[in-house]
């Protein structure tokens, strides 16, 4: 086993968990779900069977990840954050299998106690603040507040917020210059080559 995992921590048969792994004390991971390399799992975090986590992920205590959520690499999960996976649940019918997909790509940031409803999309580097309710999919490196959340700015890959100038510029001390155009956000290399979604 090249993972860590407390003795507390209920993994079942069938569950891929990546080198590097640190899993703390009452998690529960069933059977068919993937966890990939250096991942850290707070306290009694679920994670159900079709899920899958990528690399370099951090997901915080009291988070249940459910069948339908797609999480890509550097993903940050804050403590209490909420997924759905059915849009209209009611307790007499059973909808297994009408899971709808929620995709968080690399880098996305979920702050404490948000919730996200499911069916959505949160391009890269997105960053949802604590407790802002999630309804639609969010644009690349966008800020999202409130209650139903809505973008009021820019973030950098480094978590910082962007403020861009006339012509649509913005500088990152850690991550380097950024472009507005047309409502979207790209990083620019040193070369000038953007990076979008």
């Known amino acids: 086993m ?3 995992a407390h003795p507390t921590a209920v993994i079942d048969d069938g569950a891929k968990i990546g080198s590097g792994c640190r899993i703390w004390h009452f998690c529960h991971l069933t059977a068919g779900c993937e966890i990939g390399e250096n991942c850290n799992l707070g306290q009694n975090v679920y994670v159900a069977g079709g899920v899958k986590l990528g ?3 951090k997901v915080q205590n009291n988070v249940s990840l459910y069948d339908g959520l797609q999480v890509d690499d550097h993903v940050f999960i804050g403590p209490s954050a909420v997924f759905t996976n059915i849009n209209n649940p009611r307790a007499h019918i059973n909808r297994r299998g009408e899971y709808a997909s929620t995709h968080l ?3 996305v940031t979920i702050g404490a106690n948000a919730t ?6 949160l391009h890269r580097y997105a960053f949802v603040a604590a407790g802002a309710v999630v309804t639609g999919d969010v644009p690349a490196y966008a800020l999202m507040m409130g209650v139903p959340a809505r973008p009021v700015g820019w973030m950098s890959e480094a978590g910082h917020r ?3 100038d006339g012509n649509g510029r913005a500088e990152c001390p850690d991550s380097g210059s950024y472009q507005l155009r ?7 290399d040193e070369d000038g080559a953007r990076h979008s979604n």
Not at 182 to 188: A, P, Y
């Open 116 to 121: 996200i409803v499911c069916g959505v999309r």
């Open 2 to 4: 090249d993972y860590l």
């Open 55 to 57: 690399s370099g992920c």
């Open 162 to 164: 962007l403020t861009f």
């Open 182 to 188: 047309g409502g979207e956000v790209s990083r620019i």
């Open 105 to 107: 790509e690399d880098g």
